[in-house]
Nanobody, 129 residues
């Protein structure tokens, strides 16, 4: 059974940092592309940061929302993906979801189109003073 469980969200002040984790079970995360998506209040869910499978080179892609501040990574030994978020802004407030794709697509397409097969339940990130 494919399962993704996010953790690490919370309340942080502007300029602060958080590291989100996405623990996978029931499959080998190394073989999948991974994406982090966000859904802000009243808005549609959108791609944030994506990384291709290891066999596809582990290529990363960031949308404008997190570019230069966020870093997506994976630890294959732990079957876990991460999103390191630095210099957080109030507009980063959202529910963050991790998702995986078994398909061979570009990371840009995965992020832009939400081309993923499985989703986690999400973790809330609130940036506020």
């Amino acid at each position: 059974q494919v399962q993704l469980v996010e953790s690490g969200g919370g309340l942080v002040q502007p300029g602060g940092s958080l590291r989100l984790s996405c623990a996978a079970s029931g499959f080998t995360l190394d073989n999948y592309g991974i994406g982090w998506f966000r859904q802000a209040p009243g808005k549609e869910r959108e791609g944030d940061s994506c990384i291709s499978s290891s066999s596809s080179g582990g290529t990363t892609y960031y949308t404008d929302s997190g570019k230069g501040r966020f870093t997506i990574s994976r630890d294959n030994a732990k079957n876990t993906a991460y999103l390191q978020m630095n210099s957080l802004k109030p507009e980063d407030t959202a529910v963050y979801y991790c998702a995986v794709s078994p398909w061979v697509t570009t990371v840009q397409y995965m992020c832009a189109q939400g081309a993923v097969a499985n989703w986690g339940q999400g973790t809330q990130v609130t940036v506020s003073s």
